[in-house]
């Protein structure tokens, strides 16, 4: 498999939670064990273009067990004989390779990967600002002999793009090392939200500057967090930021 790879240095580890289960989307050539007609290809890759079932396959780092994964948009570019081209998207943690095996079952003639491309990674896309390994070689060495902080830049891109996808909460500077310290987020601690969040699902807290705090669960929705004025909004799950980098304004309850 070839494209979109992102890869976390040092404190940026800490978001691969957020980005293992962002949507991702392929380039894949899919051969097929018998010539069919390109209008049965099409109808059959319209039927898996919904919520489907998976069992990873034998050769996976998981475990074989029977799991849903949604495919957001399943996209015909073009056929030549036993060879279709197509553009998937789908919900993180599908197996491409093994939708291909069950493509080919519904066919009726088998079918199987023969190449995969990844375009795009939660909010890394190809062709945006992506770098290849001779690139960052490149720039690497550049930095070691000028150690211009700006040429980094060139290659390595802030931890909070990572999250470019992930549903935000803003909180007030007041709140921020609170929530380092593993604090949970109260109402009154919140400035402003996205929609789109739900209790149970991951968010990202930021300061009012845009920076990382952390991802938490929301206890509540967000059109319950609207209303509320007390009480908890979010549990933090992975804090972010380093403790101390805003001043500490709570109180520990220590006499």
């Given at each position: 498999m070839t494209g979109v790879l992102p890869v976390t240095l040092e404190e940026s580890t800490k978001v691969v939670q957020a980005l293992l289960y962002s949507g991702k989307e392929y380039v894949c050539l899919m051969k097929l064990h018998d010539d069919l007609g390109e209008e049965k290809v099409r109808a059959v890759m319209q039927e898996f273009e919904a919520t489907i079932y998976q069992r990873p396959p034998l050769r996976a780092s998981v475990k074989r067990q029977l799991r849903t994964r949604k495919i957001y948009y399943l996209d015909?570019?073009?056929?030549?004989?036993?060879?279709v081209l197509f553009t998937v998207g789908c919900e993180g943690g599908t197996y491409i390779r093994k939708l291909c095996f069950d493509m080919g079952e519904a066919l009726g003639c088998g079918a199987h990967m023969q190449e995969l491309r990844r375009?795009?990674?939660?909010?890394?896309?190809?062709?945006?600002?992506?770098?290849?390994?001779?690139?960052?070689?490149?720039?690497?060495?550049?930095w070691e002999q000028r150690k211009d902080?700006?040429?980094?830049?060139?290659?390595?891109?802030?931890?909070?793009?990572?999250?470019?996808?992930?549903?935000?909460?803003?909180?007030?500077?007041?709140?921020?090392?609170?929530?380092c310290h593993?604090?949970?987020?109260?109402?009154?601690?919140?400035?402003?939200?996205?929609?789109?969040?739900?209790?149970?699902?991951?968010?990202?807290?930021?300061?009012?500057?845009?920076?990382?705090?952390?991802?938490?669960?929301?206890?509540?929705?967000?059109?319950?967090?609207?209303k509320m004025e007390h009480g908890v909004v979010a549990e933090p799950e992975r804090v972010l930021m380093n403790r101390g980098t805003y001043p500490k304004r709570w109180r520990s309850g220590e006499k």
């Open positions: 015909f570019l073009e056929m030549s004989r036993r060879n375009t795009r990674a939660g909010p890394f896309v190809e062709n945006d600002g992506m770098v290849t390994l001779h690139d960052v070689a490149f720039w690497f060495m550049e902080e700006k040429i980094l830049r060139k290659f390595i891109k802030p931890m909070e793009t990572a999250l470019g996808l992930v549903p935000k909460i803003y909180v007030r500077d007041s709140a921020v090392d609170a929530v593993g604090a949970s987020l109260t109402a009154p601690g919140v400035v402003s939200l996205e929609t789109g969040i739900t209790k149970g699902s991951m968010v990202a807290i930021l300061t009012l500057k845009g920076e990382a705090v952390a991802l938490a669960r929301p206890v509540v929705s967000a059109e319950e967090i609207l």
